[in-house]
């Protein structure tokens, strides 16, 4: 009978990974559609990539000057 409970444990535990992965999944996709659909110009990894570019370019410019 313990044996039996633990099984069924087990089970519910491997059910709620499966559908917390999916739940996961889904905020995912929805959060990447919702900020295409309002904010198609500035993704998050452009937007930290021309924040760096500009840095780096502020850095060149100053060695060059000095």
């Known amino acids: 009978m313990i044996e039996d409970w633990h099984n069924r444990?087990?089970?519910l535990s491997e059910n709620y990974?499966?559908?917390i992965e999916?739940?996961?999944k889904?905020?995912?996709l929805f959060?990447?559609?919702f900020q295409q659909i309002?904010?198609?110009h500035m993704t998050i990894k452009k937007k930290l990539l021309g924040l760096r570019k500009k840095?780096?370019?502020d850095n060149l410019s100053k060695i060059a000057g000095n």
């Open 9 to 11: 444990k087990t089970l």
């Open 17 to 19: 990974q499966s559908e």
């Open 22 to 24: 999916k739940i996961k």
């Open 26 to 28: 889904m905020v995912t």
């Open 31 to 33: 959060t990447y559609l």
């Open 38 to 40: 309002f904010f198609p």
């Open 55 to 57: 840095k780096n370019e």
